[in-house]
């Protein structure tokens, strides 16, 4: 590829145009290889790219297979993935559509659409805005509360709203960027008030109809049974790739449950790249309410790798979208991520440039990698092995995370109490029961409210145990301290992550604050 530009760029100079401008094409044949290259070297089963360029669709296209252990259904154009936190974008263009409409502003009060809506503190409250909602400075904290929707769980939304009071604030309102579902998902229920349809079928109806989005749900249980081109995810632990389905995060809601393919996104970066209009000449929301969107409403600090590999210089996050700056050009985009599935949306207006990737495996690194394969020609750019580069850097920091990773090693522990001391039932305001009971010789922990965080505990030190889930594969052990009284009986608890370089921070295990019933 170094040779090739070399022979273009010199031909473009004898002739006077711009080597920059006239390598401004996406060069398929070498994204094709790059896609290639990342699923073998990042283990992936299956992904779906799509790009546009120009306003024009110039791939769309699957490899691989849908589930490890079904080889004959293979991946291709019209495979439903969960885009997970991409569906936030499409919350955000809904509340657009709304402020499109008169029946709502930006900066209306939450309150004023729903009035049970509170936060722990009574300023945020008061002052928590449309806007808030979209852009990750409420003052909650990376995650917080997320244990109310993660993993599948079975709260309503009244319930959450509740929870969502009980949640101590990690900062100051709109000091701090924080990335938080929960806000999205009370953004997703402003869509429902103001327009009177639930959130999904706001989605369904009055958007994916109008993008021609044929195939995309609201949420994994709105796929026709006569629909099995569905993705499943695949998660590594053990050093062996397994199956795993989850249910495209059905509980998120507005912050991430949508179900799409790269035929049907496709559709979503023609429509953002012109400015809300619709292929069909249609428009589904103003340009000015883009403006609205692609502003960056909070910053944050670019990452030591960005800034060295990409030249980024700022970070911030808009209305349901991340913009940054990228070799020089703005970029806006967007990464989703479930067990055993991620995804990647990025754009750079400038160049009339869009791509999606979709996969069935969670190694977020991959995506990056094609992402700047892709753009790499389009952008003029010079040529780098972008995909060996970032595999060989993902796996060095990945073995040295692993070989650190474990309980803490005590030079010797302390005896703990008679195991039915612990016993009983902890409490969280905004989660809900936690039970500790005793079968047999061993504790076991159930979180009443979620299926999959049922597991057993195992003696660390003292009044301290490590919980250890049956589910194995989601990698979130975690300690738990109880505290006693002075009858020895427990009176409350908290939890921390083992691993926090491993584990997901959707796991806010710190945030329970769990007491004795």
Same mark, same amino acid.
């Given at each position: ?30 994204? &094709? ?75 209306d009060k939450v309150i004023k659409h729903i009035p049970e ?41 009244? &319930? ?291 299926e999959l965080l049922k597991g057993r505990l195992e003696h ?58």
């Open positions: 590829m170094k040779i090739k530009n070399w022979l273009i760029g010199s031909a473009l100079m004898l002739s006077g145009v711009s080597s920059h401008a006239a390598l401004a094409a996406v060069n398929l044949n070498e994204v &094709e290889q790059a896609v290639k290259q990342a699923m073998q070297r990042f283990e992936i089963p299956g992904l779906a790219i799509g790009i546009v360029e120009n306003g024009k669709v110039v791939m769309t296209k699957g490899f691989g297979v849908r589930h490890l252990d079904t080889p004959d259904a293979l991946v291709n154009e019209h495979t439903l993935f969960g885009i997970a936190s991409n569906s936030k974008a499409f919350t955000s263009a809904a509340l657009a559509m709304l402020v499109d409409q008169g029946k709502l502003s930006w900066d809506f509170k936060l722990h503190d009574s300023y945020a409250t008061r002052e928590m805005t449309i806007r808030d909602l979209l852009s990750h400075r409420s003052g909650l904290g990376l995650g917080a509360g997320d244990l109310m929707i993660w993993p599948d769980t079975n709260k309503t939304m009244a &319930e959450l709203l509740e929870g969502i009071a009980q949640i101590a604030p990690a900062s100051s309102f709109r000091s701090k960027y924080a990335y938080n579902n929960l806000m999205f998902v009370v953004a997703g229920e402003v869509v429902s008030r103001v327009s009177g349809k639930s959130w999904h079928d706001f989605i369904e109806q009055e958007m994916f109809a109008k993008l021609k989005m044929d195939d995309s749900k609201a949420a994994f249980s709105r796929i026709p049974k006569s629909n099995d081109n569905w993705a499943t995810g695949h998660v590594p632990y053990d050093n062996q790739l397994t199956p795993m389905f989850v249910n495209y995060l059905e509980d998120f809601r507005g912050a991430g449950s949508i179900a799409s393919n790269v035929d049907d996104m496709t559709k979503w970066l023609q429509t953002q790249l012109a400015g809300g209009k619709l292929p069909s000449g249609d428009v589904l929301f103003s340009d000015k309410q883009q403006v609205q969107m692609w502003h960056p409403h909070i910053t944050s600090m670019p990452s030591e790798f960005a800034k060295e590999n990409y030249n980024q210089q700022f970070k911030g996050y808009g209305l349901g979208w991340g913009i940054s700056d990228y070799f020089g050009y703005k970029k806006v985009g967007h990464g989703g991520g479930i067990l055993g599935m991620v995804s990647y949306v990025e754009m750079i207006p400038e160049k009339q440039l869009g791509i999606v990737i979709l996969t069935n495996q969670q190694k977020f690194s991959a995506l990056m990698a094609i992402a700047n394969e892709v753009a790499e020609d389009a952008l003029g750019l010079e040529d780098r092995d972008w995909v060996n580069e970032i595999a060989d850097e993902y796996f060095k920091k990945r073995e040295k995370t692993y070989q650190e990773a474990g309980v803490v090693k005590l030079e010797k522990s302390q005896a703990s109490l008679p195991l039915q001391n612990y016993t009983g039932t902890l409490n969280s305001a905004w989660y809900g029961d936690v039970v500790i009971e005793q079968i047999g010789e061993e504790l076991r922990i159930d979180f009443t409210r979620t660390h030190s003292g009044n301290t145990f490590v919980v250890r889930w049956d589910e194995r594969r989601l990698e979130a052990d975690a300690y738990i301290h109880f505290s006693v009284d002075k009858a020895q009986r427990v009176s409350a608890a908290d939890m921390e992550y083992v691993n926090p370089k491993i584990t997901d921070f959707s796991f806010d295990f710190h945030n329970l604050n769990l007491k004795a019933k």
